[in-house]
């Protein structure tokens, strides 16, 4: 009786624990996915013809992305994900971004 008991409470305790893995695993996922769509709806809602490598990424490190200024792009790494983002002058938003590696 007594070993049937430790086996149920030995059991539920791992279910509690692979839930808890599993929600921390899909909140980690949301997070990356929210600040790439903060990181495209700051490109693209603003607008600087002037705006150079150097400027945006300053511009993007003001709003809390990890943003390194390179000879003629800007790094931004989002949850392990590095992105190169090219000031687009002319062309809509201030950047264009492509992804450069994936974790």
């Known amino acids: 009786m007594i070993?049937?008991?430790?086996?149920n409470n030995t059991i539920n305790l791992h279910i509690m624990i692979i839930i808890i893995i599993s929600f921390q695993l899909f909140a980690s996922l949301s997070s990356a996915a929210s600040d790439y769509s903060a990181l495209m709806k700051l490109i693209t809602q603003n607008e600087d013809l002037r705006m150079g490598?150097?400027?945006l990424a300053f511009f993007l490190v003001t709003h809390g992305f990890d943003a390194a200024p390179k000879k003629d792009h800007v790094e931004v790494q989002i949850d392990g994900t590095l992105y190169v983002l090219l000031p687009n002058g002319q062309s809509s938003?201030?950047?264009?971004?492509t992804v450069a590696s994936l974790q």
């Open 93 to 97: 938003g201030l950047a264009n971004v």
């Open 53 to 55: 490598v150097k400027d």
């Open 3 to 7: 070993y049937k008991i430790y086996l």
